[in-house]
Nanobody, 118 residues
């Protein structure tokens, strides 16, 4: 099963930016696509952005216009550029491959913590 290592999180002030990276242990675009997910304390894990093997992207309404997902097939790496961060973006961020049903299909990594606070 494909495994992931997420990095790039940290503490940032509201309005700031971060770029998250997700390194996969194997080819990722043999799957339907890749997604970035997040889980805030006391809440369920949610999908925030996804990219298909063909390069199509989609975003949760809460991050649309602020987050950008991109991928590098050659490096088996996916990125999430996050701009105009808000306190409600605070969460642990994870990545995973998506199957044809657009459901996560790999093992979950440790995630990377993003904290937005002044």
């Amino acid at each position: 099963q494909v495994q992931f290592v997420e990095s790039g999180g940290g503490l940032v002030q509201p309005g700031g930016s971060l770029r998250l990276s997700c390194a996969a242990s194997g080819p990722i675009f043999t799957f339907y696509g890749m997604g970035w997910y997040r889980q805030a304390p006391g809440k369920q894990r949610e999908l925030v952005a996804a990219i298909t093997s063909g390069g199509s992207t989609n975003y949760a309404d809460s991050v649309k216009g602020r987050f950008t997902i991109s991928g590098d097939n050659g490096k088996n790496t996916v990125y999430l550029r996050m701009n105009s961060l808000k306190p409600e973006d605070t969460a642990v961020y994870y990545c995973n491959v998506q199957n044809l049903a657009r459901l996560p299909a790999g093992s979950w990594g440790q995630g990377t913590q993003v904290t937005v606070s002044s």
